[in-house]
């Protein structure tokens, strides 16, 4: 089969920043006081900032703007990202990108991260 284009997911797929996804947003969430126990969390991966932080807003009836709350968090994540190595690419994901790219096969990237934090991955 010849592929006319690929599209790859970043977050999960491209590179592994769950886990700190996970602890910026544990971090703000215990700053704001938020009874949120660790299983709960899981039901917000996959999601975007912005609709986690809306979600939690009405849930715990929090007077938050949530989209200063997902603006925060991004710039969290990205200084970590920049400070640190916490986010790596899988293993074999440079190999394949490497691999398409010699058979001239253009790839895309698809998130729902915010273009902050894609910029800053990319």
């Given at each position: 089969?010849?592929?006319k284009a690929e599209i790859f997911d970043m977050d999960g797929l ?40 809306k979600t939690l807003i009405e849930e715990f009836q929090l ?60």
């Amino acid at each position: 089969m010849k592929f006319k284009a690929e599209i790859f997911d970043m977050d999960g797929l491209l590179v592994d920043s769950e886990p700190l996804h996970v602890s910026i947003e544990t971090a703000m969430i215990k700053e704001l006081n938020i009874p949120l126990k660790k299983e709960m969390y899981s039901k917000f991966a996959g999601t975007t900032s912005l609709s986690m932080w809306k979600t939690l807003i009405e849930e715990f009836q929090l007077d938050n703007n949530p989209k200063e709350l997902s603006a925060e968090s991004d710039r969290r994540f990205v200084d970590e990202l920049l400070n640190t190595e916490q986010v790596q690419l899988f293993e074999g994901v440079r190999e394949v990108l490497i691999n398409l790219n010699k058979k001239g096969i253009p790839i895309a990237l698809a998130s729902s991260s915010s273009k902050m934090i894609v910029d800053a991955i990319l």
